[in-house]
């Protein structure tokens, strides 16, 4: 049987359970759940796996959902297929529950919808009968850097590591026998058409902020006090005068938010809460601008005589595609949703945590349409259910094939040609250089 007929047949098993894919998609967009705490979700999609005959395994990085389905047609490479569990806080989401704001505002439902429908009609069509290697069908949490203060406190009590889903499952081991990865995200950008490959993302690092002053009656004695607000306000102008300094090929972002401005309107602020990314091109770019913003905090403290506790967490690493996972993706969406729907996107200023697995094997981490909106916006909705469900069960199925049929030569055509920067090891080690904590005294 060949690549074609074999795609032909998985296509028809996935079409077979339509109802059902944008049926999981739906009710995971019905219960939004934040990062790490996807329980509802890893739930369904455990019980999923375990229809379709999978042995999963739960609880990885607290949340995350592995199956594996083994080729018959002999050895060979793993390759995992994800979707990511997480929803994220926006405020005046239609959608967003009413106790914790979470919303699917960024098409993650559909991710983890296409990558269960992808299992299901590889699975049904008896497509492992033709394929060598192992996948990976692989539900991963807290893609979404959000929620740090509740993160960081886990991390203090020795629950997690590492604060996103992707680097805290590498960390536990939960990768190192995949040899290659990808997923598929939706998009709602319309100059992204109904499919298409970005060329590479920016990277991060996550920054807490925290100024101490001193309380004071703020209308009868407010000399006695040492505003942290006031402070804070002078670090932010500081990052805002040093803008013009980053370089425009650097595509640097620093978008920071008050979590904690005061603690009554008649009190000086004795202690103010700043979070932020700092997100750029290359991790060298990140670095320096990070130096530049932390310069630009402490002229705060400075200015008021206050004190600033800076916190640098490791985040997310730079993101390029794999060039021949690329070109046979490209391929198979031409043919799904027309070739004059495709495009080659360009550089994204976003951030993902498959940068971090784009650090040590290769990946491809396309977007396909469906929604339309903002993402990350109260107006991000899903409108177009056989694209963003089924065309990315689909796309992900397709490379399946692609890459295990015929021996797994494409996966190993990949593996020849691949350059991973780094071992697991020294990305460890290197996310761990990153993490520092400075007190700084006006």
């Given at each position: 049987?060949?690549?074609?007929?074999?795609?032909?047949?998985?296509?028809?098993?996935?079409?077979?359970?339509?109802?059902?894919?944008?049926?999981?998609?739906?009710?995971?967009?019905?219960?939004?759940?934040?990062?790490?705490?996807e329980?509802?979700?890893?739930?369904?999609?455990?019980?999923?796996?375990?229809?379709?005959?999978?042995?999963?395994?739960?609880?990885?990085?607290?949340?995350?959902v592995?199956a594996?389905?083994?080729?018959?047609?002999?050895?060979?490479?793993?390759?995992?297929?994800?979707?990511?569990?997480?929803?994220?806080?926006?405020?005046?989401?239609?959608?967003?529950?009413?106790?914790?704001?979470?919303?699917?505002?960024?098409?993650?439902?559909?991710?983890?919808?296409?990558?269960?429908?992808?299992?299901?009609?590889?699975?049904?069509?008896?497509?492992?009968?033709?394929?060598?290697?192992?996948?990976?069908?692989?539900?991963?949490?807290?893609?979404?850097?959000?929620?740090?203060?509740?993160?960081?406190a886990?991390?203090?009590?020795?629950?997690?590591?590492?604060?996103?889903?992707?680097?805290?499952?590498?960390?536990l081991?939960?990768?190192?026998?995949?040899?290659?990865?990808?997923?598929?995200?939706?998009?709602?950008?319309?100059?992204?058409?109904?499919?298409?490959?970005?060329?590479?993302?920016?990277?991060?690092?996550?920054?807490?902020?925290?100024?101490?002053?001193?309380?004071?009656?703020?209308?009868?004695?407010?000399?006695?006090?040492?505003?942290?607000?006031?402070?804070?306000?002078?670090?932010?102008?500081?990052i805002?005068?040093?803008?013009?300094?980053?370089?425009?090929?650097?595509?640097?972002?620093?978008?920071?938010?008050?979590?904690?401005?005061?603690?009554?309107?008649?009190?000086?602020?004795?202690?103010?809460?700043?979070?932020?990314?700092?997100?750029?091109?290359?991790?060298?770019?990140?670095?320096?601008?990070?130096?530049?913003?932390?310069?630009?905090?402490r002229?705060?403290?400075?200015?008021?005589?206050?004190?600033?506790?800076?916190?640098?967490?490791?985040?997310?690493?730079?993101?390029?595609?794999?060039?021949?996972?690329?070109?046979?993706?490209?391929?198979?969406?031409?043919?799904?949703?027309?070739?004059?729907?495709?495009?080659?996107?360009?550089?994204?200023?976003?951030?993902?945590?498959?940068?971090?697995?784009?650090?040590?094997?290769?990946?491809?981490?396309?977007?396909?349409?469906?929604?339309?909106?903002?993402?990350?916006?109260?107006?991000?909705?899903?409108?177009?259910?056989?694209?963003?469900?089924l065309?990315?069960?689909?796309?992900?199925?397709?490379?399946v094939?692609?890459?295990?049929?015929?021996?797994?030569?494409?996966?190993?055509?990949?593996?020849?040609?691949?350059?991973?920067?780094?071992?697991?090891?020294?990305?460890?080690?290197?996310q761990?250089?990153?993490?520092?904590?400075?007190?700084?005294?006006?």
């Open positions: 049987m060949t690549r074609d007929e074999l795609k032909t047949r998985v296509y028809e098993a996935i079409d077979r359970r339509s109802e059902e894919i944008v049926g999981l998609g739906e009710q995971i967009r019905r219960h939004p759940e934040l990062g790490f705490k329980v509802r979700t890893a739930r369904l999609v455990e019980e999923t796996f375990k229809k379709l005959g999978l042995a999963p395994r739960s609880g990885l990085a607290l949340t995350g592995r594996d389905a083994g080729g018959r047609a002999g050895d060979g490479p793993t390759f995992a297929v994800l979707g990511e569990l997480d929803a994220l806080v926006v405020a005046g989401h239609p959608e967003g529950d009413p106790q914790t704001g979470a919303a699917h505002a960024c098409g993650h439902n559909a991710q983890v919808a296409g990558m269960l429908g992808a299992a299901m009609g590889l699975l049904d069509a008896n497509a492992f009968d033709h394929l060598a290697g192992r996948v990976a069908f692989f539900a991963v949490p807290a893609e979404e850097y959000g929620d740090i203060e509740w993160r960081v886990q991390a203090r009590a020795g629950r997690l590591e590492f604060l996103g889903g992707k680097p805290e499952l590498l960390r081991g939960h990768f190192e026998d995949v040899d290659l990865a990808m997923m598929i995200h939706t998009t709602s950008r319309p100059e992204d058409g109904k499919a298409g490959v970005p060329a590479s993302n920016n990277g991060c690092v996550v920054k807490t902020v925290r100024y101490l002053g001193r309380a004071a009656h703020a209308g009868g004695a407010p000399h006695m006090g040492v505003n942290a607000l006031y402070a804070a306000q002078i670090g932010l102008s500081a805002n005068a040093i803008r013009e300094t980053f370089r425009d090929e650097d595509t640097i972002r620093v978008h920071p938010i008050i979590t904690h401005g005061g603690s009554q309107v008649n009190v000086i602020p004795g202690e103010v809460r700043i979070e932020t990314y700092v997100r750029g091109r290359t991790m060298e770019a990140i670095l320096d601008a990070n130096r530049k913003v932390d310069r630009a905090l002229a705060g403290a400075l200015a008021l005589g206050a004190k600033v506790e800076i916190e640098t967490i490791p985040g997310y690493m730079p993101m390029t595609c794999d060039p021949i996972m690329a070109a046979r993706f490209k391929t198979n969406a031409a043919a799904l949703v027309g070739e004059e729907h495709y495009r080659q996107i360009g550089h994204r200023t976003g951030s993902t945590d498959m940068g971090d697995l784009s650090q040590v094997m290769p990946v491809l981490h396309p977007y396909v349409g469906g929604a339309r909106g903002t993402g990350h916006g109260a107006d991000y909705e899903i409108v177009d259910k056989p694209l963003a469900y065309v990315t069960a689909k796309s992900l199925a397709a490379m094939v692609d890459m295990l049929a015929d021996g797994a030569a494409g996966a190993r055509e990949v593996l020849r040609t691949a350059r991973p920067p780094m071992t697991r090891e020294r990305y460890l080690a290197f761990r250089g990153l993490a520092r904590r400075e007190v700084y005294e006006g």
